[in-house]
């Protein structure tokens, strides 16, 4: 079709408007909001997982990331990676202690310092970071000064009242979302995300320009399940429990090659245990004598002896249950209510029951057809098919000659091979010993 110049240059005009205005309104598309939800006990899964989250949000183009923070706390090293993410990021974050109920204890209340504005909903409460070991004791007065020292500084940096923050390191301070906002720990309350972005709405972000989220759309990120399953293997003291059944069910393998069974569910146990100890700070020192408790167990089922072995494997497995995660900074340990019954029990047991089965393979069987070869019988007559019968300890048995030689009723020979399907034997004559009279 042919246009007139005109009516080309009116074409070329209208397209011209189209780009424009739907660049227009690309432009003023606000930025999405991420909403990133930290619930549980933070652990390394959990700050692993965060950081990739923060990282997608910046990807995605957004200003805002907003923490809905419920936790009871975690690992120190977790937290201080979340908190380096935090710091690191050029988007604006603001923790959100919510729903009602939440709180933001220990670890939280690091996160809330780290963050650019901190809101809470109507019922929570934030503070209670005073470090403790993982069975509950407060930890040295030197951790717990660095502690409050850092806590501190990133309330300080933040605008927020640093003495307050202190308090919740060195006195467990907790307060109530009110008390927060009186005593500078929040910015406000707010109970929901909606109220959130309203309340965030005009604020300096922090490039320094006025944040417009109130219209933005969200993107919520939770745990995914199956990281969730992987903070449960976290757990010292089930990671340890993982590491004893692997090693009874490797121990049961070795000595009766051929089980399938114990041997795949130790293996499934080691797999579990390694997905749990990667993500632990650990000691060397006790994965190292865990392995010389398999080796003394091994050991033990392939030298005679009473037990000396199987009782230094246990040993070694308690020892290497105690030092598994000791000397952590993040104090998290294995109870000993777990270490040692479980080492005895299931050591003891293992290293026990792996023995008799050694044994029993090593021992010459004492029953069966094969035990006949070698032993005297003397021909008692004939068949009525014609076939000679020896008695054999006191049982008639079928007989042929190994060498053709006549088979007369008292002589007295030797079984030299056995047909246990036709119950016949072939037997020798025993030159050495008389016939019968």
């Known amino acids: 079709m042919h246009l007139s110049p005109p009516l080309r240059l009116l074409l070329a005009l209208l397209v011209l408007l189209g780009v424009v205005a739907g660049a227009g309104a690309q432009a003023e598309r606000p930025a999405p909001v991420h909403v990133i939800e930290v619930e549980g006990t933070i652990d390394t899964v959990l700050a692993d997982w965060f950081d990739g989250r923060v990282g997608s949000a910046e990807s995605a183009g957004a200003r805002l990331v907003i923490l809905r923070v419920d936790t009871p706390g975690g690992l120190v090293s977790a937290l201080e990676d979340m908190v380096a993410t935090i710091r690191g990021t050029d988007l604006t974050v603001v923790t959100w202690v919510g729903p009602s109920g939440a709180r933001a204890a220990s670890a939280g209340a690091f996160l809330a310092a780290a963050s650019d504005r901190v809101l809470m909903a109507p019922g929570t ?7 403790v070991s993982g069975t ?4 040295a007065a030197k951790i717990t000064n660095d502690a409050a020292a850092g806590i501190a500084a ?14 919740m390191v060195t006195d467990a301070l907790n307060l109530t979302a009110t008390e927060a906002v009186e005593r500078d720990v929040s910015e406000g309350i707010a109970a929901d995300v909606p109220a959130v972005m309203a309340a965030l709405e005009g604020t300096m972000a922090r490039d320094g320009t006025p944040l417009a989220v109130a219209d933005a759309p969200v993107r919520t990120d ?45 293996l499934i146990a080691l797999l579990l245990a390694i997905a749990g100890i990667s993500n632990l700070p650990f000691n060397w020192i006790g994965l190292a004598l865990l ?19 199987a009782g230094l494997g246990v040993v070694s497995m308690a020892l290497g249950g105690a030092f ?49 070869v070698g032993e005297p019988a003397t021909v008692r007559g004939t068949t009525p098919d014609g076939h000679s019968q020896v008695m054999l300890n006191g049982e008639l048995w079928t007989a042929t000659s190994a060498d053709d030689t006549p088979l007369t009723p008292g002589t007295r020979t030797r079984v030299v091979r056995v047909d246990p399907e036709s119950l016949a034997v072939t037997v020798q004559v025993d030159p050495e010993q008389p016939e019968e009279g």
């Open 154 to 167: 990133l309330a300080e940096e933040n605008g927020r009242d640093a003495d307050a923050y202190r308090a």
């Open 222 to 266: 939770s745990l995914p399940w199956y990281l969730r399953v992987l903070q449960v293997l976290t757990d010292p003291n089930l990671v340890y429990l993982l590491l004893i059944v692997a090693i009874a069910g490797i121990t049961a393998e070795i000595s009766s090659p051929g089980s399938i069974i114990p041997g795949a569910g130790g």
């Open 291 to 309: 392995a010389v408790a398999v080796g003394l167990m091994v050991a033990e089922t392939q030298v005679p002896g009473f037990g000396a072995l």
């Open 125 to 131: 409460n934030i503070g209670s970071a005073t470090p």
């Open 324 to 372: 598994l995660f000791g000397g952590s900074e993040d104090g998290i340990s294995t109870s000993l209510w777990v270490v040692i019954p479980t080492a005895v029990v299931i050591g003891g047991g293992g290293a026990l029951a792996a023995r008799r089965v050694a044994m029993a393979h090593r021992n010459v069987p004492i029953t069966g057809s094969d035990t006949l």
């Open 136 to 139: 509950g004791e407060d930890l």
